[in-house]
């Protein structure tokens, strides 16, 4: 990032913060966002939110413009409006995110402020974790009954425990709603025989009950050969309002998927050969199989006025089954194909766990404070169960490859299985001194115990890792519209992404640490019209795994990797039928100590799969009384796909366009084209191959309320 190009993005931050609303704009109403009482978005609600509490970036229910921290909100009603069905869609247009989402691996790996992978970026559901077995995360995937989507950009171990360095991702669901029934219907016809079907209902059972209820399936037959896949997913949820201030809800979740059994294109010469575009090189009897379920019980108790006691208990299971072939190489003199790694992987992982929190609303000196104090528990079981070493060998025609068979060399086995019990105690505290400042900071403990059992060797190893992190900020309201911050924050991470798929040498390292300053501003413009917001941050993450540069047979914990850069996201009303909205991040990401196997450093060298410019842009314009047309355009900037930075993809534009109609004032019509130019995309890059972004696809999709 030149300084220039920096100096002018925080120069704008003085710009727009000196315009002062007129005294018409100030007498106007500024309509924000309000929470239903089921705790939803209201339907027709769009933009940065900035007014509307988000619970991911704070237990305290506080707004983006009262935290100390880059937030931002994603709603159900811009999520059908843009045609997001998975929740990794909705995550990759955040401020600065992209996808590095490898093929049959869940699918919602994803980058954000230099880092990349789930033990960087966290990925929750209703504000819990959901911890990382071997690199995948496959729930949530679907969004038919999420409420709306929280971003949190920056560390959060504070917050959530180990990992997070690049951010967060949270997926608040659906609630009960005991005030008004309302049901939901949806069909979707798509390009390669893509159907979705998808229904739900909610509202009061009488009494002090209440419910929700959603289904979603959908079919395709992928835009690859043999690239069939499917999903189904359920949530139900029941609420007993017991008093005015105690509330009970159970709910359960089950999601199944299909994916399509893609690992990737092979390059020729290092380049992509677009003619391979839709070529499929796994075997035709493979599989790609998850079935995950997740089971709620809340409780919400508004003890007195000024404290409020919450209690989550939950337990998760997610069974996955892999059957591929997922290394390819290409030979330009014979174009033969030699595929490696015939691979079959099971996962038995089950997380039992609790969160409780009290919320106290006190005064200090006359000072209002808010304050939360808490802890949770977690136990994750997890069985490995593979085919290690991974054999089997075969060749094929590039152009015409012969599926063939699954081999199978040495046998399925379970391997190993790893227990990880989590303790953590967590306070976090907002002081507001006067009508312009307030103070915030957060201080969390966790004790980590790990163990892993080894069923072949028949031999076993543990640790137990402690780490402690805090953040603070503060906040200044420059008046009612304009809010600046600056915020410091400490993190951890496992080394390798992943406590529960610590490998036996990594169970003697330290946890990896890294801190982050920030600063920004977020403000409402011209009467409420438009919103934006800046933020710039410098993260630096010790502790990475390296080799000693005089002896590369020895590994080391003293690597360091740093990240600075600048986010900018706006959303205006250019008048009662045009909305545009936008965010872009430049970025400077590099390894600064980096050293791995003959001794070579990568000092310097930028990670993989990280883009150091994102941008995304739409406008909606409403054209008539029942019409609306959508635009879209997004820029990743040049990837690498090497550690040495000697080969990637360069930069790429892609434009989406829709048309809906709405001949009565709860029933639309939409068609969707995606990937309107057909632009050949990777969205993640290794050396061999490409795993390629899906090709121009339209969608007609009709949806009812009544």
């Known amino acids: 990032m030149s300084k220039p190009l920096l100096a002018t993005l925080l120069g704008s931050v003085a710009l727009f913060a000196s315009l002062s609303p007129t005294k018409a704009q100030q007498a106007a109403t500024i309509q924000l966002p309000t929470l239903s009482v089921g705790g939803s978005l209201e339907a027709e609600e769009s933009g940065l939110h900035l007014n509307l509490p988000a619970s991911t970036g704070s237990r305290l229910d506080l707004t983006p413009k009262e935290t100390a921290a880059a937030v931002e909100t994603i709603s159900a009603a ?22 590095n989402a490898a093929a049959g691996n869940g699918g919602s790996s994803l980058v954000a402020r230099g880092f990349s992978g789930h033990g960087s970026v966290m990925q929750l559901y209703d504000g819990t974790r959901l911890y990382v077995a071997s690199g995948t995360v496959s729930f949530p995937f679907d969004t038919w009954s999420v409420d709306r989507v929280e971003i949190l950009r920056g560390p959060a171990s504070v917050l959530y425990g180990e990992g997070a360095i690049g951010g967060v991702v949270n997926v608040v669901s659906k609630k009960p709603n005991p005030l008004e029934t309302e049901h939901e219907l949806l069909l979707e016809l798509g390009s390669d025989l ?38 189904e997913a359920f949530t139900g949820a029941l609420r007993l309002d017991a008093s005015d201030t105690l509330s009970f809800t159970l709910s359960h ?84 194909v030699t595929r490696t790694d015939y691979i079959e992987i099971y996962h038995d992982q089950e997380q039992i766990g609790n969160r409780t929190d009290l919320t106290i609303d006190s005064q200090i000196a006359g000072m209002k404070n808010q304050s939360v104090v808490g802890f949770d528990v977690n ?81 076993s190893v543990s640790k137990t890792f402690n780490a402690f992190s805090w953040r603070a900020g503060a906040v200044y309201n420059l008046n009612r519209d304009t809010a600046f911050y600056g915020q410091y924050a400490t993190a951890v991470t496992p080394v390798g ?71 900018v996201s706006a959303a205006y009303d250019l008048s009662d039928s045009l909305r545009l909205e936008a965010n872009a991040a430049l970025l400077e990401a590099q390894y600064d100590d980096y050293t791995q196997t003959g001794g070579v450093s990568y000092a310097g060298k930028r990670p993989t799969n990280t883009p150091e410019q994102v941008a995304n842009l739409w406008a909606t314009w409403r054209f008539a009384p029942e ?59 290794s050396a061999d191959k490409w795993v390629l972004g899906a090709p121009r696809t339209a969608y007609l999709t009709t949806s009812i309320k009544f």
Do not use: C
């Open 78 to 99: 811009t999520l059908r409006e843009r045609g997001y069905a998975s929740v990794n869609e909705v995550a990759q247009r955040a401020t600065g995110f992209t996808s």
């Open 194 to 231: 893509t159907r979705r079907a998808a229904a739900s209902s909610a509202g009061p059972l009488g009494g002090k009950l209440s419910y929700y209820v959603g289904a979603n399936a959908r079919k395709s037959a992928g835009y690859v050969d043999m690239g069939e896949n499917g999903s």
């Open 253 to 336: 979740d089950t999601g199944h998927q299909n994916p399509q059994k893609y690992w990737g294109t092979p390059l020729r010469d290092k380049q992509l050969d677009k003619a391979l575009r839709e070529k499929n090189y796994n075997v035709s009897d493979s599989d790609i199989d998850y079935l995950d379920n997740w089971t709620q019980f809340k409780m919400d108790w508004q003890l007195a006025a000024n404290l409020r006691l919450r209690n989550n208990a939950y337990t998760f299971t997610s069974n996955r089954h892999w059957r591929d072939v997922e290394s390819y190489l290409l030979n330009p003199a014979t174009n033969q």
């Open 379 to 459: 136990r994750i079981d997890f069985t490995h169960i593979n085919n290690t070493p991974y054999g089997g060998t075969s060749t094929v025609d590039a152009n015409n490859p012969d599926a063939g068979l699954f081999i199978n060399q040495a046998g399925t086995l379970p391997r190993h299985t790893s227990t990880v019990q989590q303790y953590s105690l967590f306070v976090e505290d907002r002081l507001v001194l006067n009508e312009s400042w307030s103070l915030a900071g957060g201080l969390r403990f966790d004790r980590i115990d790990f163990s892993r059992d080894d069923l072949v060797a028949n031999s």
């Open 497 to 567: 992404g992943s406590l529960l798929g610590q490998s036996v040498a990594n169970t003697q390292l330290e946890l990896s640490t890294a801190e982050q300053f920030e600063i920004g501003v977020k403000q409402d413009v011209f009467g409420g019209r438009g919103e934006w917001t800046l933020a710039a941050y410098h993260i630096t993450k010790n502790k990475l795994q390296t080799r000693n540069p005089t002896t590369p047979t020895v590994v080391e914990q003293i690597g360091q990797q740093s990240s600075r850069g600048v986010e």
């Open 627 to 685: 019409w609306k047309a959508l635009g879209a355009v997004r820029y990743v900037g040049d990837t690498y796909s090497n550690d040495a930075n000697t080969a990637g993809q360069g930069g790429y534009f892609l434009a989406d366009l829709g048309l809906s109609w709405s001949p009565v004032e709860k029933a639309t019509v939409s068609l969707r084209v995606l990937n309107l130019f057909d632009k050949v995309y990777g969205q993640s890059l």
